[in-house]
Nanobody, 126 residues
């Protein structure tokens, strides 16, 4: 079964850090582009960061630039999103997704991704 499972969310104070994990089963990240998306109530899911296993390209969007880092552990079939200097506006449910466009071309849209995890909640208090 093709599946993505996220973990690592929680409650953190402003200025703190969290590391989200996205673990794949049933497929390899080498063959897919991975995206992290954030959703807050009443808003559309928006792209935060992406990674392409085949060429190692990464991209962080908007407020994630300079604060978030996406990386991969091939042996664990896991992609991480390291989030530093978190702010209340980073609060939301974070989803990882696979089978999107090449990250070097941009993170793409929600509809570009075929495989989604269940989401993990991140709450940043002020």
């Amino acid at each position: 079964e093709v599946q993505l499972v996220e973990s690592g969310g929680g409650l953190v104070q402003a200025g703190g850090s969290l590391r989200l994990s996205c673990t794949a089963s049933g497929f390899s990240f080498d063959d897919y582009a991975i995206g992290w998306f954030r959703q807050v109530p009443g808003k559309e899911r928006e792209g935060v960061s992406c990674f392409t296993g085949s060429d190692g390209s990464t991209m962080n969007l908007g407020s994630a630039k300079g604060r978030f880092t996406i990386s991969e552990d091939k042996a664990k079939k896991t992609v991480y999103l390291q989030m530093n200097s978190l702010q209340p506006e980073d609060t939301g449910v974070y989803y990882c997704a696979a089978d999107g466009p090449l990250c070097s071309l941009g993170i793409g849209s929600v509809s570009d991704y075929m495989i989604w995890g269940q989401g993990v909640r991140v709450t940043v208090s002020s």
